[in-house]
């Protein structure tokens, strides 16, 4: 764990507890197992920090920060997320291990200057959802874990903790406690594996739909490509834009 973190509610980061006293480390083991167990936190760790930091006039960014024992659990059920990213991320996904978005855009260009000097005609379609993470719904994201076998004990304990009560910190004030509807928790270490649920079956249904698709995705950035003879190139990527604008918005979000 870094030393320069924010600290969350309980104003714990988990590096500190390397010194607690003989024993210390076999109680939290203890607690850690309970929780797991019972699939609940602690009454008192449901409660989070939405952090806003300074980034333009127009907005500020937000960074949740978690408490200290969230953060522990999530370092040690990180090889175990991994290992399902690995096996059941979606083919067109790209924000996966040894990958890189830079890497991911100059593959799609490069794919289309080929078209270009093979003269084929093409169409290059860049999406981005407004405030991805805000308009994420736990109930799409816990369906589609569930459906694409995500470790069931991350799957819960992680909602559990996106659904928490959460208050926003600026400078030095702070605000009542707010519950949320919707949205995952940027700073969570599940967070973008979460978002990879929260499209899954949109992009899936699509993939399936119009066979072969050059469809992709880097968290909320979607990327698709058309290449082919004019008429076919112009048509599907009107119905494919169409679905996915169709597929996006009713489940809430914004493009």
């Not at 659990?73 to 059941?88: D, L, Y």
Request: charged share 20%.
């Amino acid at each position: 764990f870094s030393r320069r973190v924010g600290l969350g509610a309980d104003s714990q980061i988990p590096r500190w507890w390397r010194t607690l006293p003989a024993g210390a480390h076999q109680h939290l083991i203890i607690l850690i197992e309970a929780i797991e167990e019972e699939l609940v936190w602690p009454t008192p760790m449901a409660l989070n920090v939405v952090q806003l930091i300074h980034k333009a006039v127009e907005a500020d960014r937000p960074i949740t920060l978690t408490q200290g024992l969230y953060r522990l659990w999530s370092r040690i059920r990180r090889t175990e997320v991994a290992t399902w990213t690995k096996e059941h991320a979606g083919h067109w996904d790209r924000a996966v291990a040894g990958s890189a978005p830079l890497r991911a855009a100059l593959l799609r260009q490069a794919k289309l200057e080929l078209a270009t000097v093979q003269q084929f005609s093409w169409v290059g379609v860049l999406w981005d959802l407004t405030k991805f993470y805000d308009f994420v719904d736990l109930q799409v994201v816990a369906n589609a874990g569930l459906a694409q076998n995500y470790p069931i004990v991350s799957l819960a304990l992680g909602l559990q903790m996106a659904a928490a009560p959460r208050r926003v910190r600026a400078d030095q004030c702070i605000s009542d406690a707010m519950i949320p509807t919707r949205s995952l928790i940027a700073g969570c270490g599940q967070a973008v594996d979460f978002s990879r649920l929260a499209l899954f079956e949109v992009l899936d249904h699509l993939h399936a739909r119009y066979r072969p698709l050059e469809l992709s995705s880097w968290v909320d950035d979607l990327g698709h490509q058309e290449v082919g003879h004019t008429l076919s190139v112009a048509s599907r990527a009107i119905s494919v834009s169409t679905e996915l604008v169709t597929g996006l918005q009713a489940r809430g979000f914004k493009m």
